[in-house]
């Protein structure tokens, strides 16, 4: 378990609703990687995000599919590839990445609370 933390600092983290509207084969990344390309809405808009979700997912499988997201960190540059937000997910028993998702649709961008 990580350290306490104050529910103020939980606040921070700024956790969004998106849907995914493209994604692609990112073969230049050093571990199996998939592009993603994210609706948050107005004012958020589409950000990229670069996912290791290569096990359980494929690039078609993708498009449409809500997604939980960390929108307030720092872009991160990623060999030729900007990723702009955190796409969430927890590792199965193998230790592969399976996404984090709204049990029902909901708003783009609707905040995580």
Same mark, same amino acid.
């Given at each position: 378990m990580a350290d306490t933390i104050s529910f103020a600092d939980f606040e921070?983290?700024?956790i969004r609703?998106?849907?995914v509207v493209d994604a692609k084969p990112f +073969?230049?990344?050093?571990k199996p990687a998939i592009r993603l390309w994210?609706?948050?809405?107005a004012p958020i808009g589409v950000k990229t995000s670069s996912a290791q979700i290569t096990a359980h997912y494929a690039c078609d499988r993708l498009i449409g599919r809500q997604v939980l997201?960390?929108?307030?960190f720092p872009p991160r540059q990623i060999g030729p590839f900007t990723s702009e937000v955190l796409v969430l997910?927890? +590792?199965?028993e193998n230790g592969a990445v399976v996404l984090l998702k709204p049990d029902l649709k909901v708003p783009d961008g609707g905040r995580m609370f």
């Open positions: 921070k983290v700024d609703a998106g849907t +073969p230049e990344a050093r994210v609706d948050f809405g997201a960390v929108v307030n997910g927890v +590792p199965d």
